[in-house]
């Protein structure tokens, strides 16, 4: 066997190992929930850009809170303009560890489906930490 084929053996039992690691770590130390939206906060940069009959390109910037951007409810829409941005998820859940209610929050950015698709109200799921129930992660 050559040191190529041994290296490229010994990666990918390295990447099965971590990957291993990774779900026991999260099945002794989480916990499933179902979570619900209550709030979220977002952030964007939406650049719009348009070419007018003879050719010329022209560019506007909206930037700020989405809600306020009357360019967003286009944007998320078509997904033809550029938007970056981060959103702040803010959720509500019943620990499943004692049944205490708890909120938490997480962050997704633009590249998530999340950014555009949730909704106040919607359900998601949500991980909870066995050592701190006002920890999360999303699942």
Same mark, same amino acid.
């Given at each position: 066997?050559? /040191?190529?084929?041994?290296? @490229?053996?010994?990666?990918?039992?390295?990447?099965?190992?971590? @990957?291993?690691?990774?779900?026991?770590?999260?099945? $002794?130390?989480?916990?499933?929930?179902?979570?619900?939206? /209550?709030?979220?906060?977002?952030?964007?940069?939406?650049?719009?850009?348009? !070419?007018?009959?003879?050719?010329?390109?022209?560019?506007?910037?909206?930037?700020?809170?989405?809600?306020?951007?009357?360019?967003?409810?286009?944007?998320?829409?078509?997904?033809?303009?550029?938007?970056?941005?981060? @959103? !702040?998820?803010?959720? $509500? /859940? !019943?620990?499943?560890?004692?049944?205490?209610?708890?909120? #938490?929050?997480?962050?997704? !950015?633009?590249?998530?489906?999340?950014?555009?698709?949730?909704?106040?109200?919607? #359900?998601?799921?949500?991980?909870?930490?066995? @050592?701190?129930? #006002?920890?999360?992660?999303?699942?």
């Amino acid at each position: 066997m050559s /040191y190529s084929l041994k290296g @490229a053996i010994a990666a990918i039992l390295l990447v099965l190992g971590i @990957a291993g690691w990774s779900a026991i770590d999260r099945s $002794s130390n989480y916990k499933p929930a179902k979570a619900t939206v /209550y709030e979220i906060d977002r952030k964007c940069d939406i650049v719009e850009t348009t !070419t007018s009959f003879d050719g010329k390109k022209s560019t506007r910037m909206y930037n700020g809170e989405c809600k306020s951007i009357d360019a967003w409810n286009a944007a998320a829409a078509k997904r033809d303009h550029s938007i970056s941005g981060k @959103a !702040t998820i803010k959720v $509500s /859940y !019943t620990a499943p560890q004692d049944g205490s209610q708890q909120t #938490s929050e997480f962050n997704v !950015t633009s590249r998530d489906d999340e950014f555009y698709d949730l909704h106040a109200g919607d #359900s998601v799921n949500v991980l909870v930490s066995n @050592a701190d129930r #006002s920890k999360i992660i999303r699942s």
